[in-house]
């Protein structure tokens, strides 16, 4: 089974073949390309910490779904700074080389940020779960439906 280095390579080759383009450029629109969703990500994310927040402060003190909300709270924190994380990757510090070598050293950088990005989509999808179960104890615990 191919590297995800080699799976990305490939499809940048064959995506700038298509386009008659360069790999260097196919390469930073794939960067923008994952950008773009971690940006849409971290939306998601934030949204949900703030939606966390306000069902954390107006629940009982006593309330055991208290503490689920607050591990999930915790979670998206932690997405938060993956998503960060893989934003704030550059590129190679040494520019000097030959264009193959270079263009390489670009390809890692774009797989380490698709592996964050994936990461932590895979990691919120389940929180977002999570959030939902929690939500369904806390009403049908808290309030009679009769």
Do not use: W
Request: hydrophobic share 45%; glycine share 4%.
């Amino acid at each position: 089974m191919p590297s995800d280095f080699e799976q990305t390579k490939s499809f940048l080759v064959s995506i700038s073949t298509m386009r008659g383009s360069s790999p260097g450029d196919a390469l930073f629109y794939e960067l923008d390309t994952v950008d773009n969703k971690v940006s849409s990500l971290l939306s998601h994310v934030s949204i949900m910490m703030a939606i966390l927040a306000l069902f954390y402060s107006n629940m009982d003190k006593s309330d055991p779904s208290r503490i689920a909300i607050l591990a999930e709270l915790c979670i998206y924190l932690l997405v938060t700074l993956g998503c960060l994380r893989g934003i704030f990757m550059i590129g190679p510090e040494n520019q000097v080389g030959e264009y193959e070598e270079i263009l390489n050293k670009r390809i890692e950088v774009v797989c380490r940020r698709v592996r964050a990005y994936k990461y932590s989509l895979l990691v919120t999808v389940f929180t977002t779960i999570a959030f939902i179960f929690t939500l369904i104890y806390h009403f049908t615990t808290t309030h009679d439906f009769q």
